[in-house]
């Protein structure tokens, strides 16, 4: 089946940087990567997904790329605020229907 | 709005009781899932059904089971509760097209 790897584990940034989180996976027939993320004592919220069709797609200061031929695809988050402190989960899937292979999470401190 | 709730925020069980979960979404959605979430982990996939009575197995069945009597509701059952089942878990209902999990608030379940 599916695995993916997400790196770092934990990130801490000051406030106004950008921050970086990558995922791998393994299986070439996954098509649909979405990433959620999880504040603290809350459920996990979809925050951006990418399709394997499109190599990059933003959403005011947050943007996923996706590099099919290394099989990773990373979330960019520009102009960290305090509230961006959360874990972030990525995933992949094979497409509808199929069930979502998560990474490990990433817990990234945003430092006033 | 898409609202998935789950029968209890907190649990407490004793090792070898039955411990049924329960998990009902209101938007008619034909797929959902059962993790478990436990800290460097990530999400791990229990089970998922794809219709009413049909359920699929994920990464980690052992020593639980599904029921999906109704398109709503999705029942995790753990049939002897162990102390390594102690966790959260979270369980989810996907959205067709978008392929959007939307996720309950979790149970934190703690076997003694």
């Known amino acids: 089946g599916e695995n993916v790897e997400q790196h770092p584990s934990t990130l801490s940034v000051q406030e106004g940087d950008s921050a970086v989180i990558k995922c791998t996976y393994s299986?070439?027939?996954?098509?649909?990567f979405p990433w959620y993320k999880q504040e603290l004592g809350k459920r996990p919220q979809l925050i951006i997904d990418i399709r394997s069709n499109v190599g990059e797609k933003k959403d005011q200061r947050i943007a996923v790329t996706l590099n099919k031929t290394a099989k990773h695809f990373s979330l960019h988050i520009t102009e960290t605020q305090p509230e961006d402190s959360a874990v972030y989960f990525c995933a992949a899937s094979i497409g509808t229907g199929n069930q979502f292979y998560f990474g490990t999470g990433t817990s990234l401190t945003v430092i006033p | 709005d898409v609202k998935v709730t789950q029968s209890s925020r907190y649990l407490v069980k004793r090792t070898g009781e039955k411990v049924f979960l329960e998990c009902v979404q209101d938007?008619?959605?034909?797929?959902m899932f059962w993790y478990r979430q436990d800290p460097g982990l990530g999400l791990r996939l229990i089970y998922f059904s794809y219709d009413v009575k049909m359920k699929e197995k994920g990464d980690i069945p052992e020593g639980y089971s599904v029921s999906r009597e109704k398109k709503e509701r999705f029942s995790l059952i753990l049939e002897s509760a162990s102390t390594n089942q102690t966790s959260m878990y979270l369980c989810?209902?996907?959205?067709?097209?978008?392929?959007?999990?939307?996720f309950g608030p979790g149970t934190r379940l703690t076997v003694l």
């Open positions: 299986d070439s027939a996954s098509n649909y």
């Open positions: 989810a209902s996907l959205d067709f097209p978008t392929d959007t999990q939307y």
């Open positions: 938007m008619d959605h034909e797929n």
